[in-house]
Every structure is written in structure tokens, then in C-alpha cells.
């Protein structure tokens, strides 16, 4: 288990992977609106799943049709973007 924080690690994923800053990220905002295409997102969550040691419900993940929705899967918060 790592000792960073998911949504710190995720944010790095977002900033050097996405070229996009995870607070001003909308929670309605669409993968799609945001340019991530689903295999962004796959790898994403896998690699949640590698570094901390846990599984993720499939269909949660599957799901999810919003950037806040999928941050609700991995129990990350999300504020509003301003």
C-alpha cells in the first residue's frame, strides 16, 4: 500500500499523463469532454488498483459516466471546479 494519497496520485496521473489539473476538473464532466478515452481511463484505474491493493467493483467502474462518479468509485472527493 502506498503512502500517498489516491486523489494526490491521481492528479499526477491527470497532470503529466492528461495535461489536465484535477481541481478544475468539473465532477459532471464527461471522460469523453475531458479527451480521456476509455483505455485512459482503464489504465487509470488499474494502476489504482496495482499501487494500493484493491480491487475495484467492475461494474461501479463500468458505470461511472462522470468524472465525479468514477472519483466516487475510488473514494475520492471531488469539489466543484469554480
Not at 489536465?20 to 476509455?38: K, N, W
Not at 463500468?62 to 472519483?71: D, K, N, P, R, S
Request: proline share 7%.
Amino acid at each position: 500500500m502506498s503512502d500517498t494519497p489516491i486523489r494526490d496520485y491521481l492528479a499526477e496521473f491527470l497532470r503529466t499523463q492528461c495535461d489536465l489539473e484535477f481541481d478544475t476538473i468539473a465532477p459532471d464532466a464527461t471522460p469523453a469532454e475531458l479527451g480521456l478515452d476509455s483505455l485512459t481511463v482503464l489504465s487509470m484505474i488499474v494502476l489504482v488498483e496495482k499501487k494500493y491493493g484493491v480491487a475495484l467493483p467492475e461494474r461501479e467502474v463500468a458505470a461511472a459516466q462522470t468524472f465525479g462518479e468514477l472519483m466516487d468509485v475510488l473514494g475520492v472527493p471531488v469539489a466543484p471546479a469554480s
